[in-house]
T-cell receptor, first 119, second 116 residues
Framework: DGGITQSPKYLFRKEGQNVTLSCEQN?????MYWYRQDPGQGLRLIYY???????QKGDIAEGYSVSREKKESFPLTVTSAQKNPTAFYLC??????????????????FGPGTRLTVL | AQKITQTQPGMFVQEKEAVTLDCTYD???????LFWYKQPSSGEMIFLIY????DQQNATEGRYSLNFQKARKSANLVISASQLGDSAMYFC?????????????WGAGTKLIIKP
């Protein structure tokens, strides 16, 4: 069954540490995204990638880094430079897929999210 | 200026009643797409329905329909015969320009609570 997985579900980090959040998809989508969501608020785009080995900064990229070495994987590293990293992080993907689930190729499908807490 | 506005921070609705969640948008691009997502307390964002700016008919998907009024720049989500499981946050989002633009602009959301 196709979908997007994120791990871990909960993550605790000490101040000054870098942590990496995993995002994997088996939908054969070209584009992948990372969003941050703070309590009671909407989504803000951190980074996105349209193809392998390429990615662009979103609205709040400072303190984060990504890589896109494989089509199915788009890990996000929260660095110690991120001043307030405690938040809910959502990964998404979009594009043509086998099975034709989406109404359009730009429909984004999301993983279950990772809750990051800085201790 | 806000590109996507959801004016209802929260709503209470009786079970089995219809619900309309408001969304207005602002764009000067003739080509755009509008999306609605549901976020239950578990956190996952669930895609509900999509409307393209050139689509002649309002989108429908099961109990969900999109009341698309282009001249008013509104794209309200209608949920018919609400159920307890519809209690969640609902977000409206817009893609401006062509489909090669991958970014979505998100509204602040509406919290819907269905009362038994």
């Amino acid at each position: 069954d196709g979908g997007i997985t994120q791990s871990p579900k909960y993550l605790f980090r000490k101040e000054g540490q870098n942590v990496t959040l995993s995002c994997e998809q088996n939908l054969n989508h070209d584009a992948m995204y990372w969003y941050r969501q703070d309590p009671g608020q909407g989504l803000r785009l951190i980074y996105y990638s349209q193809i392998v080995n390429d990615f662009q900064k979103g609205d709040i990229a400072e303190g984060y880094s990504v890589s896109r070495e494989k089509k199915e994987s788009f890990p996000l590293t929260v660095t110690s430079a991120q001043k307030n990293p405690t938040a809910f992080y959502l990964c998404a993907s979009s594009g043509w897929e086998t099975g034709g689930r989406s109404a359009s190729t730009d429909t984004q499908y999301f993983g279950p999210g990772t809750r990051l807490t800085v201790l | 200026a806000q590109k996507i506005t959801q004016t209802q921070p929260g709503m209470f609705v009786q079970e089995k009643e219809a619900v309309t969640l408001d969304c207005t948008y602002d764009t000067s691009d003739p080509s755009y797409g509008l999306f609605w997502y549901k976020q239950p307390s578990s956190g996952e964002m669930i895609f509900l329905i999509y409307q393209g700016s050139y689509d002649q008919q309002n989108a429908t998907e099961g109990r969900y329909s999109l009341n698309f009024q282009k001249a008013r720049k509104s794209a309200n989500l209608v949920i018919s015969a609400s159920q307890l499981g519809d209690s969640a946050m609902y977000f409206c989002a817009m893609r401006e320009g062509s489909r090669s633009n991958y970014q979505l602009i998100w509204g602040a959301g509406t919290k819907l609570i269905i009362k038994p």
